[in-house]
């Protein structure tokens, strides 16, 4: 029975501290307004007829505020009305009696206004509840002195010492009582949040290990490190995904004497983005190893098919961005296709300009065919291969991009260091760069020299 009538004002849509207020404020509020028609009554025996009124008129408008709510639940207008009816019931009450001795310092219930407010508003509120309590008690401080010649009802010694005891125990037991079920209901509330908590560290963990599981199977279809030192020799790989799993992933592969090297940026990160990786990984290596494709222009053309025709049928425009090379060592050559991040050639202490087509792997606003690339290589190139992510990560002094231009210029200022320097400070320039930023997108470069 209790328990559906501290439950009458809740909504569906109330959060657990929400419901504690309303039915914390409803057994406060029932039992002063029951309380204050007593209170009436009992002065109405002694012949206080206007002290007894102030009460019993409190009794009736906080029970009628206490109806009002269980009806319509308008709990702003209930809380603010008990919290207000309770700061003045006291302060009238002691002028009606004649000044803080003859009514046993009754004003000190108006104490119940700011701890009512400190617990059904907040902290900000509850001061400004304290300052009207204060008010009022200076108030009647100052007029104290006044009132037993408006107000004189020659009351005994035992019955002002009667009240003082009655004001003291209930005021006290009244705090207490309203204290001990909020705090109670709070520490249930602490002790449910803690088990929630729990739950979902717990699955965090599990979702966790399943995504590093992920990543321990996205690396095995990553170029490995024999396969790259036995074609490439002197290369360095900087792979720093955004998140566990990556949308960036390096893949290579031998076929008919020649080796192919892709460097490609997913849509999207993390674990959408490693899903996309696998599938494009997937058809890059049935275009080479199944279908015997050899060009990488042709490659490209028909890897952006089957990404059409398996996963853009909705409109969707998922794919990827990035280079494949196919490099020939008997004819000291190196062919490529680009979609917008092309390879950077950097050749005698130049930088020489190397074209990309500016359409994803994909579906886009565009549908040519991938421009066939080549170039002879000499002893001493360097070639770099990238993602976007490292030009387009925040960072510096004024938190912008690191940019295109500034990444070519760092490959120009260390092409000629070694391999291991150069992947070094790549690392630790884009570190630098990112400062307390977060990591904006998948990073990865790759650089080898022939």
Known sequence: ???????????PNDSEDEKLK?????????????????????????????????????????LISVFHFMVFKKFRFFRFSQILLILLLPFLLQISLGGFIPSSSVILWGLVSPLGALVFYNVKQSLYWF????????????????????????LSEKFIVALFIMNILGISCIIYIMQYYFV????????????????????????????NYARRIQSTLFANRELLEHN???YFVLFKPKDIVSGDFYWATNNSGRFYLAVCDSTGHG?????????????????????????????????????IANISQDGGQDGMDGVLVCIDREKKMMRYAAAHNAPVLIRENKVVPLEADRMPIGKGERNETFKHQEIDLRKGDMIYLYTDG?????????????????????????????????????????????????????????????
């Open 1 to 11: 029975m209790i328990k559906k009538f501290v439950q009458i004002g809740h909504s």
């Open 232 to 234: 490439l020799h002197e």
């Open 184 to 211: 109670s209901k709070q520490s249930g509330l602490k002790k449910s949040v803690e088990q929630k908590n729990a739950e979902i560290l717990q699955k965090n963990k599990e979702i966790t290990d399943s995504i």
């Open 271 to 307: 674990v959408p983005g490693a899903f996309m990786s696998l599938l494009n990984i997937s058809f890059l290596n049935e275009a080479i190893n199944e279908r015997n494709i050899g060009q990488p222009n042709e490659i490209c053309d028909y890897v952006r098919e089957k990404l």
């Open 390 to 450: 490292y030009a387009d990560q925040f960072g510096g002094l004024k938190g912008k991009k690191f940019k295109y231009k500034q990444m070519v210029e760092l490959m120009l200022s260390v092409h000629q260091k070694s391999i291991t320097d150069q992947g070094n400070i790549f690392d630790e320039t884009i570190e630098q760069w990112k400062g307390g930023l977060e990591q904006t997108d998948d990073i990865l470069v790759i650089g080898f020299k022939i």
């Open 22 to 62: 309303k039915s914390t404020l409803l057994i406060m509020a029932f039992p002063f307004g029951v309380a204050g028609l007593f209170w009436g009554v009992l002065y109405f025996i002694n012949g206080l007829i206007l002290p007894g009124s102030i009460p019993f008129g409190y009794g009736i408008l906080s």
């Open 131 to 154: 300052s009207a309590f204060v008010l009022l008690v200076v108030i009647a401080f100052i007029v104290n002195n006044y009132l037993p010649q408006y107000f004189d009802w020659n």
